[in-house]
């Protein structure tokens, strides 16, 4: 980018060149110039994206040696594996604002990150995973799809590659779901149940009501963000309404209404004590999560050192052979 022609002590004209550009639809990349605020609100965003991916992990890895037969094995410890894919795909997105990996997971790890809600609720039953993929995976890709026009370059192309592997997993959540409804009036029940506990987390995912998200604003004006929560939330209920229908399943919210004029499903208030409750470190699983995520880090230092002294070494004889 042409950055010679600005004054670098002139703060505010880099920052009217760094918005027209952003006006025009170009990408920033990592050694363009931007407001350091640019940078802060992004490291925020990206590193609990990862964090999300990685702790994501939990709920459905305890199912795995559970599945019912070996393909739903196969595609449940494929998903799982694919969103570990996603964590280091984002993390390594985030060293490109020069921060350190190692200290966004040292936040996890001690708690100070945070991390999307929805992964602090228990997996009872089987039909979760299918519950999972289906809401949890699809609301991910009303998202990430939006993410991918993202203004920050290394985000928006994680977010493209990332998206085409969302979809295989709301795909394999929803055959999980279908093929439950179409079974016995056990399965039924197992997957109503499912759906019942899952759908207003679901709907939080997206975060607090525009009214409420401290972040927005600024957000959507550097297009880090191209709509805002409450968009996005309408967008997932519209196209998840008639998934439901599809498969006779009951969504859990008597106020659930078609509006003809809007084109949208209406729906009932959000419980935002309970979502603020979980992001304040008290839902139901917070303490489970980050124990076993602290416990696999510590159980992981001997290859972190492992691989530190191999890179040692390498570099010492590199030096010798200079
Ligand atoms: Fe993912
Ligand atoms: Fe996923």
Same mark, same amino acid.
């Given at each position: 980018?042409?950055?010679?022609?600005?004054?670098?002590?002139?703060? #505010?004209?880099?920052?009217?060149?760094?918005?027209?550009?952003?006006?025009?639809?170009?990408?920033?990349?990592?050694?363009?110039?931007?407001?350091?605020?640019?940078?802060?609100?992004?490291?925020?965003?990206?590193?609990?994206?990862?964090? #999300?991916?990685?702790?994501?992990?939990?709920?459905?890895?305890?199912?795995?040696?559970?599945?019912?037969?070996?393909?739903?094995?196969?595609?449940?410890?494929?998903?799982?594996?694919?969103?570990?894919?996603?964590?280091?795909?984002?993390?390594?997105?985030?060293?490109?604002? *020069?921060?350190?990996?190692?200290?966004?997971?040292?936040?996890?790890?001690?708690?100070?990150?945070?991390?999307?809600?929805?992964?602090?609720?228990?997996?009872?039953?089987?039909?979760?995973? *299918?519950? &999972?993929?289906?809401?949890?995976?699809?609301?991910? &890709?009303?998202?990430?799809?939006?993410?991918?026009?993202?203004?920050?370059?290394?985000?928006?192309?994680?977010?493209?590659?990332?998206?085409?592997?969302?979809?295989?997993?709301?795909?394999?959540?929803?055959?999980?779901?279908?093929?439950?409804?179409?079974?016995?009036?056990?399965?039924?029940?197992?997957?109503?149940?499912?759906?019942?506990?899952?759908?207003?987390?679901?709907?939080?995912?997206?975060?607090?009501?525009?009214?409420?998200?401290?972040?927005?604003?600024?957000?959507?004006?550097?297009?880090?963000?191209?709509?805002?929560?409450?968009?996005?939330?309408?967008?997932?209920?519209?196209?998840?309404?008639?998934?439901?229908?599809?498969?006779?399943?009951?969504?859990?919210?008597?106020?659930?209404?078609?509006?003809?004029?809007?084109?949208?499903?209406?729906? *009932?208030?959000?419980?935002?004590?309970?979502?603020?409750?979980?992001?304040? *470190?008290?839902?139901?699983?917070?303490?489970?999560?980050?124990?076993?995520?602290?416990?696999?880090?510590?159980?992981?230092?001997?290859?972190?050192?492992?691989?530190?002294?191999?890179?040692?070494?390498?570099?010492? #004889?590199?030096?010798?052979?200079?």
């Amino acid at each position: 980018m042409e950055q010679s022609t600005i004054a670098p002590q002139d703060e #505010s004209a880099l920052v009217a060149a760094f918005e027209a550009r952003i006006a025009a639809g170009e990408s920033i990349e990592p050694k363009d110039w931007m407001p350091e605020r640019y940078r802060k609100q992004l490291v925020r965003m990206m590193s609990q994206h990862a964090h #999300s991916e990685v702790v994501g992990m939990l709920p459905e890895g305890n199912w795995i040696t559970r599945a019912p037969s070996l393909r739903r094995k196969m595609s449940l410890i494929a998903k799982v594996q694919d969103e570990a894919g996603h964590g280091l795909y984002i993390y390594c997105g985030t060293e490109t604002l *020069g921060v350190d990996r190692q200290e966004l997971i040292e936040q996890l790890v001690d708690g100070r990150a945070k991390y999307s809600s929805i992964f602090n609720y228990p997996t009872l039953s089987w039909a979760d995973m *299918g519950v &999972i993929g289906w809401l949890v995976d699809g609301a991910a &890709i009303v998202n990430q799809t939006i993410l991918a026009k993202t203004s920050y370059g290394p985000y928006a192309r994680a977010m493209v590659r990332i998206c085409k592997e969302e979809n295989f997993h709301k795909r394999q959540g929803y055959e999980i779901c279908a093929t439950l409804a179409r079974g016995t009036p056990a399965q039924r029940e197992m997957l109503q149940d499912a759906v019942n506990r899952f759908w207003w987390p679901a709907l939080m995912m997206f975060g607090p009501s525009d009214t409420d998200s401290p972040n927005s604003a600024e957000l959507l004006k550097w297009r880090v963000k191209r709509k805002t929560n409450d968009e996005l939330r309408q967008r997932f209920v519209n196209l998840t309404v008639p998934q439901a229908i599809a498969i006779g399943i009951t969504l859990p919210d008597p106020d659930l209404a078609f509006n003809e004029a809007t084109g949208n499903w209406e729906f *009932g208030e959000i419980d935002w004590t309970e979502f603020f409750q979980v992001i304040g *470190g008290e839902g139901p699983c917070n303490r489970e999560r980050l124990a076993a995520r602290r416990e696999a880090h510590d159980e992981g230092a001997w290859v972190r050192e492992a691989a530190a002294a191999h890179a040692a070494k390498q570099q010492r #004889s590199g030096t010798q052979a200079a």
